[in-house]
């Protein structure tokens, strides 16, 4: 499980040791991905552990970004729905496309009973059965959204949710996401922000970070 250890270069035991403790805390299995992904540029040679502990903060610091920028976008995609489609039309042609999961059925009772706001039974939907509701939206020409970029939305806020790892030796691609998941931001000066905030992430220690760097 742990053999990949001996593929990096240590210029002490100390670096090691702290290796395997950041290990302990994210897994064996994750930090190996950092390994490998490091590899693909020292074939036949050991990784050096800075480049593997700049991969693993990178990444840690780019994944925490995006789940910020995730959250205005959700937001965003929620407040679409609301702004086309009215409380009844929701209830009577959109509603029968979810999951009737017990959650799902409870909220659209209050719904139903003008308990609860449209936008506050969405906040309760996973991004999953949102993105049912959109699908169906797009296809009724009620919201101009790409439906294969939100498919691309959907697999990137994923990987991001569920603590993957987002760095990739295919740069480009993972630039290409990112710029996705922007562009349904609506403010200018937010996107530009983000986009600043990304591009700062790449130092380590006070200098560039040498692998996987995107900057937008």
């Known amino acids: 499980m742990s053999e990949w250890l001996d593929g990096v270069r240590y210029a002490n035991p100390v670096q090691r040791n702290e290796l395997e403790k950041w290990c302990d805390i994210i897994g064996y299995d994750k930090y190996k991905e950092y390994f490998n992904l490091a590899k693909l540029n ?3 040679k050991e990784v050096p552990f800075g480049i ?17 920028v995730l959250r205005i976008v959700e937001f965003g995609l929620r407040s ?15 509603y029968p496309c979810l999951t009737k999961k017990t959650q799902v059925k409870s909220m659209s009772k209050k719904l139903k009973q003008g308990k609860i706001s449209l936008h506050e039974f969405l906040q309760e939907l ?4 949102l993105r049912k509701v959109l699908e169906k939206a797009i296809g009724d020409k009620l919201i101009d959204i790409d439906k294969e970029k939100l ?7 994923n990987s991001i949710m569920h603590h ?22 609506d403010d200018d000066k937010q996107t530009e922000k983000f986009k600043n905030d990304i591009n700062k992430l790449a130092k ?8 996987y760097v995107v900057k937008l």
């Not at 593997?52 to 910020?68: P, Q, V, W």
């Not at 086309?84 to 009577?92: K, L, N, P, Q, T």
């Open 42 to 44: 020292y074939e036949n």
């Open 126 to 129: 996973v991004f999953g059965e």
């Open 164 to 185: 993957k790892k987002i760095l990739s030796a295919n740069v480009e691609n993972l630039k290409n996401n990112i710029n996705i998941l922007l562009a349904y931001i």
């Open 204 to 211: 380590y220690n006070g200098k560039e970070v040498r692998l």
């Open 80 to 94: 679409k729905i609301v702004d086309e489609i009215s409380e009844d039309v929701f209830i009577e042609k959109y």
């Open 151 to 157: 498919g691309k939305v959907n697999k990137f806020r």
């Open 52 to 68: 593997l502990r700049e991969c693993a903060i990178y990444d840690a610091k780019l994944s925490k970004t995006l789940f910020g």
